[in-house]
DNA sequence: TACAATTATAGTAACTATTACTGTTATTAT
DNA sequence: ATAATAACAGTAATAGTTACTATAATTGTA
């Protein structure tokens, strides 16, 4: 790990990745590098964020979409998943890695850490609901 | 929904869901009934997994091993998967379903759950390694 | 019980996300 | 400049899961 070689496509996803918070997929990040990177390998993209979550720079998602997003964003924070429309965002709240202490309070084991998805409505999607129970209403 | 078929093998995979607590992947489900119906299709019994979910009666665990576990208790409880054996353990805590409040409360959207994964050594790894530590000291 | 309608099955093919392989190219150290 | 090595593009392979199809099981009705 220390004899990673520096590569300019590793540094264009590093980029983009620190320039959203939209939690691309890795298919998301190939094709907006390809406007850099026309030849890009879809198979680099993927070596180069999976090396960025072992380095420690970024971190994985695995919210249960089938597809693995990624996050640029390393501090403790929370991610929220629509079920109307699928986007991730980032959840600005309290910490609450009190659970952990909960968790082990009665487990023989050790807890490490915790993952927390939320989960319901986004609220672009739910301004849209509204705008269409008005439309049923006239 | 309603419509609905009874099946034998449906019958046997939710018995066989319903008397363990290791939540099994589709593959291990598949490799036990298989002592009951030697033609059952692994096919069958994502399908039939799949529709015990959508019932109701079970749900799926996706910890972010890339396979997809399923588990017969529908009740509020949370899961720990150890980062050294991968089994996936039921937690017996209090429930922190209040996080969803403290979630929701600075967020513009509507939350209606979240899933939370909990991290570490599970008991039986944590002894293992107590029993290593020992013999690297002699 | 027989029969028609319909859903489920086994077996197989297809699909999606991801990882591995290979010969060439870029980066780094000397 | 050159040698060593890691990264690349391109492609093949893998794993988990879903879709398709002809046959079999289940269910409602006469």
Redesign the interface.
Known sequence: MANAKYSRQREAIREYLAGTHSHPTAEVVYSHIQSIYPNISLGTVYRNLNLLVEQGDAIKL???DGMDHFDYDTSEH?H?I??SCGNV?D????S?NH??A??E???????????????????A??SKEKKNDFKEEE
Do not use: E, Q, R
């Open positions: 695995t919210c249960g929370y929220f629509c079920k965002l959840l600005t709240m309290d609450i659970i952990n909960i968790a309070s009665s487990f023989g084991g050790k807890i490490d850490g915790s993952v927390t998805y939320f989960y319901g409505i986004c609220p999607c739910l």
